[in-house]
């Protein structure tokens, strides 16, 4: 049977960390980058068998899970996130899969919780995700914001979906979206962004998730996701207008 290694990178997950970590328990190895964090991180992560490294926080997110990628040493590897679980059932399809010919990758569904309630419309489902991979067949690109691998081989698909919790409470939710508007900022000057195509950007946003991609169909929680990704993308798209930022993002 092939070996499976979880990679995981966090910056003050605490809140999170125990769940998903519990789910990563049937790994073969679970290699866990922390971050910079300054709260229970690293002490929830002792908590259990991982190998433990702590590197600086990056707003180059792609470093740090390249480099826990990298520290990898089992036959397969499966990025999950702090914020993420994996469900026994979506465990079982990833046991076939890795030890079936044929494929080197693998997406899947991921599905997503805001404001108690999983939504199924507005691009939040099925949210596909590219995190499954033979060690040595990816390495992720240097994207600022939204990392991506880039694969050498053929890509499979999974059917069960990955679970996500994107904020554990209003004071993680401020944290992760200032953070997401200073990255989204950076990114439009590095792609050389003219103000009027940033300006409009959150609205051409709402309007595809809200009304396009069906978002209304979730209620109420759907309404405030729209409106919450609408906030953070005018922030990012009032400060690059204010003062467009320079130079590449840290590494």
Request: charged share 25%; proline share 6%.
């Amino acid at each position: 049977m092939p070996t499976l290694s979880i990679a995981m990178i966090a910056n003050n997950e605490e809140k999170n960390l125990s769940r998903s970590l519990r789910s990563a328990a049937w790994a073969d190895e679970i290699v866990f980058v922390d971050c910079g964090s300054t709260d229970g991180t690293v002490l929830a992560a002792r908590d259990f068998p991982v190998k433990l490294f702590s590197r600086p926080n990056s707003r180059a997110v792609y470093v740090n899970k390249q480099f826990a990628v990298d520290q990898a040493a089992s036959d397969w590897i499966l990025i999950l996130d702090a914020d993420e679980e994996i469900t026994s059932s979506l465990k079982a399809e990833i046991r076939r899969f890795i030890a079936a010919p044929g494929f080197v990758a693998a997406q899947m569904p991921r599905r997503n919780f805001y404001f108690g309630r999983w939504l199924r419309h507005g691009g939040k489902y099925p949210d596909t995700q590219l995190r499954l991979f033979k060690r040595g067949c990816a390495r992720f690109l240097p994207l600022p914001v939204h990392e991506r691998l880039e694969v050498d081989g053929p890509v499979g698909r999974l059917k069960e979906p990955l679970l996500h919790y994107p904020y554990s409470d209003e004071e993680d939710q401020r944290r992760k979206l200032a953070f997401y508007t200073e990255i989204l900022t950076r990114s439009y000057a590095l792609k050389g962004r003219s103000r009027l195509s940033v300006l409009l950007r959150p609205f051409t946003r709402f309007f595809s998730a809200y009304i396009l991609k069906f978002g209304f169909l979730d209620g109420t929680q759907g309404l405030r996701t729209a409106l919450m990704d609408f906030r953070t993308v005018l922030a990012s798209a009032l400060l690059y207008i204010k003062k467009p930022a320079e130079g590449p993002i840290d590494k």
